[in-house]
């Protein structure tokens, strides 16, 4: 899945292997450990520094125990708050795989948050950084950038991505993109949320599974789509 969401990026990434972890991915890491490991019961700061110490014990670089309490802030903040957030819930589930077939090709990923509340699923993808209502082009529906979040959508719908945009609706779904940095209860959610909805993105949903398909098709038969 990750091709589709930049697949020069993908492809180099593949072709050039490289172990170094920066420390923007490491950011990534330690929030999404975190918030899978501690969000259900709350935060802990054992558990915290745990996550920190595996997450850290190969990087050298002299800044890291610095970043320490700027990441364990922004996780313990973010736990408490979202917590008591509307689209959360105890039956929740967190970091779940998800395939969907397009021809004989197989699509593999795996959703941060899915919860359903009044009738609604919210998929939720959760972001380190830089999320707001300003950056909704960036992030949905046609752009690329939200093929991910979209696929994980219609995955819940069937394992056939051909027959789902045939047959299926998305009116009960609700996608989110989250920033982990900047929520906060006094902060409005358009500064740290991208949020859009099945039904007012039904055609875009549908343009952007039809672009999924036929780029995997492309790549199937040897032609890079970058």
């Known amino acids: 899945v990750n091709y589709l969401d930049c697949p020069v990026k993908a492809l180099f990434s593949l072709a050039f292997k490289d172990d170094e972890i920066t420390l923007d991915i490491l950011e990534g890491i330690v929030y999404h450990e975190s918030i899978e490991r501690?969000?259900?019961?709350?935060?802990?700061?054992?558990?915290?520094?745990?996550?920190?110490?595996?997450?850290?014990s190969r990087i050298e670089e002299p800044i890291v125990p610095l970043l320490k309490p700027y990441f364990r802030e922004n996780v313990r903040r973010f736990i408490e708050f979202f917590r008591e957030h509307e689209i959360y819930s105890r039956e929740a589930r967190q970091e779940v795989d998800i395939s969907l077939k397009v021809s004989d090709v197989v699509l593999r990923g795996r959703v941060d948050f899915i919860s359903q509340v009044n009738g609604k699923t919210h998929i939720v993808d959760f972001k380190k950084g830089n999320v707001s209502e300003s950056r909704k082009k960036f992030y949905a529906p046609p752009s690329p950038h939200s093929l991910q979040v979209v696929l994980y959508g219609m995955a819940l719908k069937g394992d056939d991505l051909i027959s789902i945009l045939k047959e299926e609706e998305f009116e009960d779904l609700v996608f989110h993109f989250i920033s982990v940095s900047r929520a906060k209860k006094d902060v409005p959610p358009e500064k740290w949320k991208v949020s859009f909805t099945g039904e007012e993105s039904r055609k875009k949903l549908k343009a952007a599974g039809i672009l999924a398909a036929l780029s995997i098709i492309a790549m199937k038969n040897g032609y890079f789509i970058p």
């Not at 501690?38 to 850290?56: A, H, Q, V, Y």
């Open 38 to 56: 501690m969000l259900k019961t709350g935060f802990d700061e054992n558990i915290f520094d745990e996550i920190f110490e595996e997450k850290t």
